[in-house]
């Protein structure tokens, strides 16, 4: 694992984390048996530390390790919004304080070695969607896209195409030399965002 596979991960899985407009996101990456992942980690917290913005990692086995993005400010309203501490009481989560919401759940992951159904909370998808995909086992969705969709779709849909043109505006951006600050800092609102895509129709 190098800084440049971080810095693309990061890129291509947490756009809509970086320019704010989202709590959280995950990523997956390989790694070779003599890298100290725990080093490369904590080498992007020092340099995402005063954008507010912190790697965690969820899960670490064998050559793949499982990172976790979040804004902290963000990721606490979204833990507090109404409904979300009694739906993750019933998965034993005793506080949505996040230093104890990521231990439960990275032990979670760790009794199940698998995504558990409350991790859409973290992720900031909405509280009825989470719910929704639960009863329904994954099944009868209005439309599908960061997450399966069973309450808004009108709205979800439009907040998907903004993630998506985020992630179009940064990729280029890395791609076209710009380092992942650079690229997270010409990006910054999507007003911006907004702008040069109707420049560019």
């Given at each position: 694992m190098?800084?440049?596979l971080?810095?693309?991960c990061l890129v291509e899985h947490c756009s809509a984390t970086l320019a704010?407009?989202?709590?959280?996101?995950?990523?997956?990456?390989?790694?070779?048996?003599?890298?100290?992942?725990?080093?490369?980690?904590?080498?992007?917290?020092?340099?995402?530390k005063e954008k507010g913005i912190r790697l965690y990692i969820?899960?670490?086995?064998d050559k793949r390790v499982l990172v976790y993005v979040y804004r902290k400010k963000q990721l606490e309203v979204s833990l507090n919004r109404p409904g979300v501490a009694k739906f993750l009481k019933k998965y034993g989560y005793e506080s949505t304080e996040i230093k104890y919401a990521l231990s439960r759940l990275k032990s979670r992951i760790g009794e199940n070695n698998?995504?558990?159904?409350?991790?859409?909370?973290?992720?900031?998808y909405p509280l009825g969607d989470v719910i929704g995909f639960i009863v329904n086992q994954g099944r009868n969705f209005k439309c599908a896209g960061c997450w399966k969709v069973y309450c808004d779709e009108?709205?979800?849909?439009?907040?998907?195409a903004k993630y998506k043109k985020m992630q179009r505006c940064l990729c280029?951006?890395?791609?076209?030399?710009?380092?992942?600050?650079?690229?997270?800092?010409?990006?910054?609102?999507?007003?911006?965002?907004?702008?040069?895509?109707?420049?560019?129709e």
């Open positions: 190098n800084r440049y971080i810095e693309k704010s407009m989202k709590s959280a996101n995950l990523f997956n990456m390989t790694f070779a048996d003599d890298t100290d992942v725990e080093d490369q980690i904590e080498f992007w917290n020092q340099c995402m969820l899960q670490r086995q698998e995504f558990p159904h409350e991790i859409g909370i973290f992720l900031d009108c709205a979800c849909r439009k907040t998907f280029t951006s890395l791609a076209a030399g710009k380092k992942c600050f650079a690229a997270y800092g010409s990006c910054l609102t999507y007003k911006f965002i907004n702008e040069r895509g109707r420049n560019n």
